[in-house]
């Protein structure tokens, strides 16, 4: 599989696109007006203490007040393992006191109406690790399957914090660092150890609230994060961008030197595989199939529901069949989907009806298997009795949809209007209604050209009864600004 990584920097935004063969992946976008603060550090003031939800809300300088739940807060001590079982979470009112400051992290990007969501236990990542001042526990990323792999590096990395008493915290190994040598685990091991008493210092120096570490612009993490073997290419087509990652590369990840490149070419970056148009794609609701059916995906505030249809497709053997097929490369676009999208939290999917039990796991296992390539945590479970499939994917930032769009001010979101029928039965009641209420000589009706049209032509017989009704002549005037919704009666 062959892997590039496109990054389009301007002033006002940076974009990264992750292509696998020939096709957009995965895009994230960082805004200068408002970049994602996850894994920034602050030091904060608890503002107010909820017993009620077993959480506080902390100022930590932004717009809205962070949120923290007392599991996030209780932290293990150093000589602390990772305990079995259920745990107990304490009184919220032991934990935090109004007033009172503290150091926390952002696991969750403000979304929506919500404020970020916080967390005590500190994590700072480096290329191959992750460093958890306080803890004495090393784990490693579930993705590294070999066996004798996972020994060598979390021997290495206990070895070497072992004789480094003058750190306490304790490490997970992420995947990126399967076949890492000693030397590079090490210079990773330094690098933090440098960086967490830097951010001691400042947070032992600065008043709350305010930030003591901030994570690194997007198109460094991208190749922090992002950058694998099979990444054949990194683009970038700002010359200032690609100086600073080569020297991140330089210093970190020498083996991908000569895999970073500048993109001077006249043609945008993101032209060269059609990424634009992709993009503007995952921001509808129909996506289409190839062999002729489609999905339908519909974000809302508590889930996320994805419906498959057969639309055009019929098949050549029989119905099954063609459910099947068209079950399979649904659940194939599904899951590239949620990662192109970054949609997270709770996600339905409605599978077409599939008779055959065997078809059901085939159809299940594709999808857990296009899952495997998704950088995010997912959690899927099997096909329940009424045919659907639930899963659950992590969610740190905004959707694409959340991040490029806003609801809209003519239907509020709800992604549909008002029929002009309605609108004209509901301003015959507001006549109605005023001229119960009010002396008025005559009637002006102040609507949009489609409403007026109406009332002027199909609905000009009820005009008449009404006006015949209340002895009032009623006159319209069309208002061009007016979505079709709005009206206004006015009295003359």
Do not use: W
């Not at 990772?82 to 926390?104: A, C, H, N």
């Not at 099997?382 to 992590?394: D, F, P």
């Not at 507001?430 to 609507?447: K, Q």
């Not at 050209?449 to 009864?465: F, G, I, K, W």
């Amino acid at each position: 599989m062959s892997e590039e990584i496109l990054i389009n920097v301007t002033p006002v935004e940076t974009r990264v696109a992750l292509v696998e063969n020939g096709m957009l992946q995965e895009a994230y976008i960082e805004r200068t007006s408002r970049k994602g603060i996850v894994g920034n550090i602050y030091k904060g003031k608890v503002v107010r203490v909820l017993p009620g939800m077993e959480a506080a809300f902390v100022d930590i300088g932004l717009e809205r007040a962070a949120f923290i739940h007392a599991s996030d807060v209780v932290s293990q001590s150093a000589d602390d393992e990772p305990s079995e079982g259920p745990k107990t979470v304490p009184d919220i009112r032991t934990l935090l006191r109004e007033g009172q400051s503290l150091v926390v992290q952002v696991t969750k990007d403000p979304i929506g109406t919500k404020g970020a969501r916080l967390t005590t236990q500190l994590s700072i990542p480096s290329r191959y690790l992750v460093f958890m001042p306080g803890v004495s526990h090393v784990g490693i990323s579930q993705r590294i399957e070999d066996e004798n792999e996972r020994a060598r590096l979390k021997g290495l990395v206990e070895t070497a914090a072992a004789e480094d008493t003058e750190v306490n915290g304790g490490y997970i190994i992420r995947t990126a660092a399967e076949a890492a040598s000693p030397e590079e685990l090490i210079g990773d091991m330094t690098y933090l150890h440098r960086l967490s008493l830097s951010i001691q210092e400042r947070i032992a120096r600065v008043q709350a609230p305010a930030v003591v570490y901030q994570d690194l612009p997007l198109f460094i993490r991208t190749i922090r994060d992002l950058i694998r073997p099979q990444t054949e290419k990194v683009r970038i087509d700002s010359r200032e961008s690609h100086q600073r990652v080569i020297e991140f590369v330089e210093e970190f990840v020498t083996e991908f030197a000569d895999r970073v490149e500048y993109y001077p070419g006249e043609r945008p970056i993101f032209d060269l595989y059609s990424v634009e148009d992709e993009i503007q794609k995952a921001l509808s609701r129909k996506v289409q199939l190839k062999s002729g059916g489609y999905v339908i995906i519909d974000q809302t505030e508590a889930m996320t529901t994805i419906d498959i249809n057969t639309g055009g497709f019929v098949g050549h053997r029989n119905l099954e069949e063609t459910i099947f097929k068209t079950n399979l490369e649904a659940a194939r676009a599904i899951s590239r989907q949620l990662r192109l999208r970054n949609l997270g939290g709770i996600i339905i999917i409605d599978f077409i009806d599939m008779e055959d039990p065997e078809h059901q796991r085939q159809v299940h296992r594709m999808l857990e298997k296009m899952l495997e390539r998704d950088h995010a945590k997912t959690k899927i479970t099997g096909v329940s009795e009424l045919g659907l499939v639930e899963m659950t994917r992590k969610r740190t930032t905004e959707s694409l949809g959340q991040v490029l769009c806003e609801p809209c001010p003519v239907c509020d979101g709800r992604g549909f209007l008002k029929t002009c029928e309605t609108v004209c039965y509901e301003i015959f009641r507001e006549i109605l209604r005023v001229n119960r209420a009010y002396d008025a000589e005559n009637y002006l009706v102040m609507a949009s050209q489609s409403v007026v049209d109406r009332l002027l032509d199909e609905e000009s017989d009820n005009v008449a009864d009404l006006e015949t009704f209340i002895s009032k002549t009623i006159r319209f005037q069309v208002e061009p600004f007016y979505s079709q919704e709005q009206y206004d009666v006015v009295l003359l």
